[in-house]
């Protein structure tokens, strides 16, 4: 059976907050802001640009958007009012591959402990922005 490769649903914010000094140059008064972000998503075009393995790297967004930046990288505002819209439309991408049979092969990418149980309950792997961003300088 080929191995499939995985799909890394990345938890955006998280993964700036737990980073800072990977961003460091990028932050405004301490907090990652427009620049901070698009310094992950060209990090990701950079270190995914060949076949292989899906980034979906989700923020809030008070109206849903998916932007291309690359064959392999997509960055996704979830739209919707309230708290951790991006950790719900999270959930959802898990429940679809879920549903698709194929949630073996998803790995979410949060230190958010309460998404993170979420996740695994659904049948996700859960790897920490540290390792994550580890894996992308090799």
């Known amino acids: 059976m080929p191995e499939t490769n995985p799909t890394f649903i990345l938890d955006g914010h998280n993964i700036l907050y737990a980073s800072r000094l990977a961003f460091l140059e990028h932050l405004v008064d301490g907090h990652p802001g427009s620049a901070a972000r698009e310094a992950l998503v060209q990090r990701l075009v950079r ?12 923020f809030d967004g008070s109206e849903p958007v998916t932007e291309a930046h690359s064959d392999r990288v997509r960055v996704i505002y979830s739209g919707g009012d309230g708290e951790q819209r991006a950790d719900r439309a999270i959930l959802r991408h898990v429940s679809q591959h879920v549903a698709a049979g194929d949630v073996a092969s998803v790995v979410v990418v949060t230190r958010d402990i309460k998404l993170a ?3 695994r309950k659904r049948g996700a792997s859960v790897m ?6 580890e894996m992308l300088s090799v």
């Open 117 to 119: 149980r979420r996740a």
């Open 128 to 133: 920490p922005p540290a390792e994550f961003l």
């Open 47 to 58: 270190a995914f640009n060949a076949p292989g393995p899906e980034v979906c790297l989700y």
